[in-house]
């Protein structure tokens, strides 16, 4: 009983340090599932096994959607940040009855824009980052316990 609160906690811990190194998320993540496979019997391991395994499966497409939800909003974005760059090289052009305090305004705002877009499509790509990496380790995770699940 020891050893599983001892996973729970190292589980809790390698999703925080997840970030280190795939490698090493790896063997952690295959020590953690030892752990856990020598704190219970073989029956009780192989249901929470089980268990653990349909987890991460359900997890998988739901990781994939939040990805292609990013990757669609980045395009929007891009798109987005075409149009302000248009706008912007409209607001620099002369025309006529617009005083020099107008057509500065304009720019500002127009580049204020291009700003937080360019912002969001970074903070955006960084989600995605985030989602590949979550990814990478419930994959890890499911082979991992598809390998306890074979013995």
């Known amino acids: 009983m020891l050893l599983f609160r001892l996973f729970i906690c190292l589980n809790f ?4 340090i997840k970030r280190i190194s795939t490698v090493f998320m790896k063997k952690l993540t295959l020590l953690l599932i030892l752990l856990f496979s020598l704190s219970c019997n073989d029956r009780q391991k192989k249901e929470q096994a089980l268990r653990q395994l349909e987890q991460a499966q359900q997890e998988l497409p ?24 248009d ?14 305090k107008e057509r500065d305004q304009q720019i500002r705002e ?4 291009i700003e937080q877009i360019e912002q969001s ?5 960084k989600q995605i980052n985030s989602v590949d990496e979550s990814t990478q380790y419930t994959q890890n995770r499911i082979l991992a316990l598809k390998e306890i699940l074979k013995n």
């Open 13 to 16: 811990y390698l999703i925080i």
């Open 62 to 85: 739901k990781l994939n959607h939040a990805k292609e939800t990013l990757d669609a909003e980045i395009l929007s974005l891009k798109a987005e940040l075409e149009v302000a760059n």
């Open 87 to 100: 706008q912007l090289a409209r607001s620099k052009e002369f025309h006529f009855l617009r005083t020099e």
């Open 110 to 113: 127009a580049v204020e824009k």
């Open 121 to 125: 499509i970074k903070d955006d790509k």
